[in-house]
């Protein structure tokens, strides 16, 4: 490849088109922010996570002014205060929570998905920023941090732990709990960290225990890591916690942070790659990046000679799968802090193959040179839609390695330090007190 790295100002461009989405795909009346560019498609609660706290991206790097960030900002604090907040099938959210989909227009519940307790946390993330970056603002910044303050103490974490150790999925008023729980690494360390920090509702420390109990140590060609399949797992927390320096008991143990743990997940994810045991079309050392995310199928077809199964959506991982030949270039790009190193040269290569042409937000969530039978990348499938799930990472990932703003933001939120030094983190940012001087009731 004649230029393997991207130039600062084609970063940007990536950052900027990427954000459009939330320009285009949220509805100004009650800021409420689409799952995916799908006709009819309702919102997604992470969406609007991710769109508030890209607005703090975006007034920083000139993409909206401060003025209408504001007025976003407020609109959908406002809603989400007023929305109703009960057990009955048809309203927004219950106990704080808040389900998974809403009406794009009407902000109740849709179809029948379940009150999620993951995608509240994105929401709450989002809201917390967001009330981080714009508190000092002259007119409204005292209003964006009451209400912030008020979402985030009503949401009753210790009602989701449905009188166990660790946080189940979410519930739904027709049956109950969901019988899953967050156990094993994951995404969810935003959430378990939320948990802890709350002052009205805090987690019991032991229920992080439990939850670090769940680990999986491996390892995986020449990497010892906690580990977890799909690449986005490693990722979403540290779009808005920065772990460089900080442990908590499990990590002191291993003697790394959790970044490092996501470095050495990323370098995995291009080995796997690389060795392509599978032996998929277009995989190799700038082409990777396997997550959960939409695929071809389900379909069943042979090339040359062997039987290959494409999936839909899959939660894909390595090295163990399930696989079948698809690749999330957003993903990649979520890992820009931890490996610039191979990250840019893959993002390079994805843009050399235009995977961005003829799309109006960037790269979408995944190709499959395989399933397509061809070299061409121009006739390669490509997923129908963008998702705001992996819109957001892009934007603030891009964010984090150019200037740690989300970092930043969140460093300085005292619900956030109080959940990190709850869960046991110490060291790094968090000095200058010492291990073990936590409040951890």
């Known amino acids: 490849m004649n230029n393997p790295k991207l130039k600062p100002a084609d970063l940007e461009a990536l950052q900027r088109v990427t954000f459009d989405f939330f320009i285009h795909e949220t509805n100004l009346h009650n800021g409420l922010t689409i799952d995916k560019t799908m006709e009819g498609a309702p919102a997604s609660i992470a969406s609007i996570g991710f769109a508030l706290s890209a607005y703090t991206a975006a007034v920083e790097r000139g993409f909206m002014t401060r003025s209408e960030a504001v007025r976003r900002v407020l609109t959908t604090l406002r809603f989400f205060r007023g929305s109703p907040q009960n057990a009955e099938p048809n309203s927004t959210g219950y106990k704080g ?33 967001a009330a981080s970056y714009f508190r000092d603002d002259p007119v409204n910044g005292a209003e964006i941090h009451t209400l912030a303050d008020e979402l985030y103490c009503r949401v009753d974490w210790t009602w989701a732990l449905d009188n166990g150790a660790t946080l189940t999925h979410g519930w739904k008023p027709e049956s109950g ?31 992080y225990s439990a939850w670090t109990e769940s680990y999986q140590w491996r390892k995986i060609y020449d990497d010892e890591f906690l580990f977890s399949g799909p690449l986005f797992t490693h ?75 494409f999936l839909g959506y899959a939660a894909r991982g390595v090295p163990d799968g399930p696989d079948d030949g698809s690749i999330s270039p957003w993903v990649v790009v979520g890992s820009l802090p931890f490996a610039p190193e191979i990250v840019l040269p893959a993002v390079r290569h994805f843009v050399d193959i235009e995977l961005r042409e003829r799309n109006p937000y960037g790269f979408k969530g995944t190709f499959n040179p395989t399933y397509s039978q061809t070299s061409d990348p121009s006739q390669y499938w490509v997923s129908p839609y963008h998702c705001g799930l992996n819109q957001g990472p892009v934007v603030l990932m891009i964010e984090n390695y150019r200037s740690g703003l989300i970092w930043r933001l969140m460093r300085r939120c005292p619900h956030v330090v109080s959940g990190l030094r709850r869960a046991g983190f110490c060291g790094g940012w968090l000095s200058p007190h010492e291990c073990g001087d936590a409040d951890k009731k």
């Not at 998974?100 to 920023?129: Q, V």
């Not at 729980?181 to 002052?199: D, F, K, Q, V």
Request: one cysteine or more; hydrophobic letters at 35%.
């Open 235 to 309: 990722q979403i927390s540290h779009i808005w916690i920065d772990f460089r320096g900080i442990q908590d008991d499990y990590m002191r143990d291993k003697g790394i942070d959790y970044f490092e743990n996501s470095r050495r997940a990323t370098y995995v994810q291009r080995e796997y790659a690389i060795r392509n045991p599978q032996k998929f079309d277009g995989y190799g050392e700038d082409c990777w990046g396997i997550t959960a995310s939409e695929g071809p199928g389900p379909a069943v077809r042979e090339i040359n000679g062997v039987q290959r199964e």
């Open 97 to 129: 929570f808040y389900y998974h989909f809403l009406d794009m227009k009407t902000g109740l519940r849709a179809e029948s998905c379940e009150l999620s307790t993951i995608d509240t946390a994105f929401l709450i993330a989002g809201i917390l920023t």
């Open 177 to 207: 709990f969901l019988k899953y729980r967050w156990n094993g690494y994951a995404e969810a360390m935003i959430l378990y960290l939320l948990a802890l920090g709350s002052p009205t509702f805090a987690l019991p420390v032991s229920s």
